[in-house]
């Protein structure tokens, strides 16, 4: 596609529940990054891919955290057992390797934890 | 630990005027920085960025000034539009990475009144 694409764009979910987040990157990114915005503030970074490995998942608060990456394309951040500390909007970039800092960010996955 | 702060939550300029953006951070290592862009309800977008070997960097009606011993960085915006009302984040990332891991502020609210 022209752009990254996350779904949903908004989720609501229970408390204790399992979630799943979805970012399709521009085709032939290579690098696949995740952030967070908690409110109040700034894009905290979670994950990063090179291609479907996961050099760096420094970011990830906890072990309820997991995300994966297929074919070298779409991405899947899952977070179980969901607390209400977890709402934030959950942002999905792209970019070309070696290109540090020239991402594509989606629009971002809206999620509140009631 | 904030190593990236941008101190001032919000912003309000009129039509015309300059619209000085700030930025703090207390990591010695960072050594490129950059400004994104943010509207409602979508990605940040890439504004601009200086390298640390640089104190100036300009393109059309934005301007970023670093300054390295005060550890300081601001964005001007010349003249100021109401479209670029919008949330503006400063980044930063370290020296010798191989990827894109930035270290975000939490944002500031501009808000051009025409």
């Known amino acids: 596609g022209a752009g990254v694409s996350q779904s949903p764009s908004n989720k609501v979910t229970e408390k204790g529940k399992d979630v799943e987040l979805r970012c399709d990157p521009i085709?032939?990114?290579?690098?696949l990054y995740w952030y967070r915005q908690s409110l109040g503030q700034g894009l905290e970074f979670l994950i990063y891919?090179?291609?479907?490995?996961?050099?760096?998942k420094s970011g990830l608060p906890s072990d309820r955290f997991s995300a994966e990456r297929t074919g070298g394309s779409v991405s899947t951040l899952t977070i179980q057992r969901t607390q209400q500390e977890d709402s934030a909007v959950y942002l999905c970039?792209?970019?070309?390797?070696?290109?540090?800092?020239?991402?594509?960010f989606g629009s971002g996955t809206r999620l509140t934890v009631v | 630990d904030q190593q990236v702060k941008q101190n001032s939550p919000s912003l309000s300029v009129q039509e015309g005027r300059i619209s000085i953006l700030n930025c703090d951070y207390t990591?010695?290592?960072?050594?490129?920085f950059l400004w994104y862009k943010k509207y409602p309800a979508e990605g940040p977008t890439f504004l601009i960025s200086?390298?640390?070997?640089?104190d100036k960097n300009e393109d059309g009606r934005f301007t970023v000034f670093l300054n390295k011993s005060a550890k300081h960085l601001s964005l001007h915006i010349v003249p100021s539009q109401p479209g670029d009302s919008a949330v503006y984040f400063c980044?930063?990332?370290?020296?010798?990475?191989?990827?894109?891991?930035?270290?975000f502020g939490q944002g500031t609210i501009l808000t051009v009144h025409p």
């Open positions: 970039a792209s970019s070309l390797r070696g290109a540090n800092y020239g991402y594509t």
């Open positions: 085709s032939g990114h290579t690098a």
């Open positions: 891919f090179q291609g479907n490995s996961a050099p760096d």
């Open positions: 990591n010695s290592m960072f050594d490129y």
């Open positions: 200086i390298s640390s070997i640089k």
């Open positions: 980044a930063a990332l370290p020296g010798g990475t191989s990827y894109g891991k930035l270290t």
